[in-house]
């Protein structure tokens, strides 16, 4: 007989940096255990949020926009360069503009 069990998620903010004139970028790992399995992850998954929002109140209720996305193990060569993608604004800017154009082409299906 096998017992269900329920999904925890953890979410960790591993880097964070005010942008210029208003916002943050911000990485985050975000792991998945099975509530009766102790600590073993079931899924890892590390993203770059970019919140161009100045005011607290007004992020209330609101994700940020998500820039990029990595599945896997926060040690894995490839979070390096979800490193180099927040601290580069010129990279960030043309990642929310890619967003954006995906956005656009979504809807317009």
Do not use: W
């Not at 007989?1 to 880097?15: F, H």
């Amino acid at each position: 007989m096998e017992v269900a069990s329920e999904l925890v998620e953890i979410r960790t903010q591993i880097y964070r940096r005010e942008l210029p004139g208003a916002g943050y970028v911000a990485i985050e790992v975000t792991t998945t255990h099975e509530e009766s399995s102790g600590r073993e992850p079931v899924d890892c998954r590390i993203r770059v949020y970019v919140e161009r929002r100045d005011s607290a109140e007004r992020r209330i209720g609101h994700e940020p926009p998500l820039v990029a996305e990595f599945a896997g193990d926060e040690r894995a060569p490839e979070v390096g360069e979800l490193y180099r993608l927040a601290s580069d604004n010129a990279a960030l800017a043309r990642a929310l503009l890619e967003r954006q154009g995906r956005q656009r082409r979504l809807k317009g299906d």
